[in-house]
Each structure stands twice: as structure tokens, then as C-alpha cells.
């Protein structure tokens, strides 16, 4: 089965401490997205890329750091220099051509105490 | 920048009926595609339906259709014959051609009353 994998779905950690969210994909797509929801704020776009070793600061990239070493994977890591980390964390995957829709994976709540 | 906004934080409809949800954008763009999310409790995100720009004739799909309006850089989501599994969160995406950049809107909660 294609699709977009995001785990852990629950992710606990102390407050100055970093951590990884985990993304991979099967789809083949060459485009993948880190955004961020929290209530009545929509889903805010953290970073993307376009092609493996590339990628582009979204509109919050502040606080987060991601790499694309791999096509299939785009792990986004939520440093101790973000104020307020704890929300729904959701990573998409998109062709760069065709349809063009961007496909979701089940995301990651983060809480941090 | 690219912006979307959405008006309507939260709507209501009778169940059959015709609700139509807002959105409006801003580009400098010409070629660039329109969706409409669904995110229902599972908080799976769905796509209802997408709009490429250069197409003047608005997409439908099945009960879902849109009206879109590239001059006035409007494209709101027609439900007909509203259902109570249309109840969720509806976000209006939007993503760029140049650069492959995806933004949303901030979302509007779609309440379906018996």
C-alpha cells in the first residue's frame, strides 16, 4: 500500500530537549512539507522540499530544522530554541507535476512538559 | 508572499441543504492550483476537490463544487444536499507552480444540524 508514514502518533518529551518527528513516504513524489496545526491557527507551513538535498523555509521554520537525504524521508527535528512546541505536527508528500494535490500522513501530536 | 484567507471560522446548515463556505486569495501568480481540504475528527486530511487556474470551467465532484473566480482571486466550495458526514474542518489550499509551495487557510468548522 502506498502512503505516507508519520510516527509516533503521541510524542512526550521535557521542555529543552530536542526531537525528531519522524516522515516517509512510498508514493514516489519528489515534493514533501512539514506543517503545523494548533486550534483556529489553520495548518502553518514550517518547510518543504522539492528535491533530495534541497529544501526551503516555510512561513514558522524558526525553531525546527529538517534535512532530505533520502527521497522517501523528510524528518523534521523540533529544536529547544522553539518557544511553544507542543501542537499537531502533519508531513505531506506532492508530485511536482499532475495532479498536484498533496497527500497526508495520520500526524504527530507533540506535547511538551 | 502568497496569502489565503478564510472568513468563516465556523458555519452551521440543515442537513439537504446548500451551504456555500468563502475563500479568497492573493498572488501575483497567473499559473498556480486551488483545493479544498477536509479534516474530519480523525484530523486524515481529504482532498474534496482541486481547481487548476489556467481552467475556466469550475471543477465539480459529485455533491462538491466550486466557484472560481480568478479576477477577483475568489474560490469558495459549493455542498449541495448537505450530509452529516460532512461535518468536519474545511481548509482552502493553495499551491504555487514556481516554486511548489502549499499554504492554507486558517479553516472553517462545518456543523451539520438534523
Known amino acids: 500500500d502506498g502512503g505516507i508514514t508519520q510516527s509516533p502518533k503521541y510524542l512526550f518529551r521535557k521542555e529543552g530537549q530536542n526531537v525528531t518527528l519522524s516522515c516517509e513516504q512510498n508514493l514516489n513524489h519528489d515534493a514533501m512539507y512539514w506543517y503545523r496545526q494548533d486550534p483556529g491557527q489553520g495548518l502553518r507551513l514550517i518547510y518543504y522540499?522539492?528535491?533530495?538535498?534541497?529544501?526551503q523555509k516555510g512561513d514558522i521554520a524558526e525553531g525546527y530544522s529538517v534535512s532530505r537525504e533520502k527521497k522517501e524521508s523528510f524528518p523534521l527535528t523540533v529544536t529547544s530554541a522553539q518557544k511553544n512546541p507542543t501542537a499537531f505536527y502533519l508531513c505531506a508528500s506532492s508530485t511536482a507535476t499532475g495532479r498536484a494535490e498533496a497527500f497526508f500522513g495520520q500526524g504527530t501530536r507533540l506535547t511538551v512538559v | 508572499a502568497q496569502t489565503v484567507t478564510q472568513s468563516q471560522p465556523e458555519m452551521s446548515v440543515q442537513e439537504a441543504e446548500t451551504v456555500t463556505l468563502s475563500c479568497t486569495y492573493d498572488t501575483s501568480e497567473s499559473d498556480y492550483y486551488l483545493f479544498w481540504y477536509k479534516q474530519p475528527p480523525s484530523r486524515q486530511m481529504i482532498l474534496v476537490i482541486r481547481?487548476?487556474?489556467?481552467?475556466?470551467q469550475n471543477a465539480t465532484e459529485n455533491r462538491f463544487s466550486v466557484n472560481f473566480q480568478k479576477a477577483a482571486k475568489s474560490f469558495s466550495l459549493k455542498i449541495s444536499d448537505s450530509q452529516l458526514g460532512d461535518a468536519a474542518m474545511y481548509f482552502c489550499a493553495y499551491r504555487s507552480v514556481r516554486d511548489d509551495k502549499i499554504i492554507f487557510g486558517k479553516g472553517t468548522r462545518l456543523h451539520i444540524l438534523p
Open positions: 481547481q487548476e487556474a489556467y481552467k475556466q
Open positions: 522540499s522539492q528535491i533530495v538535498n534541497d529544501f
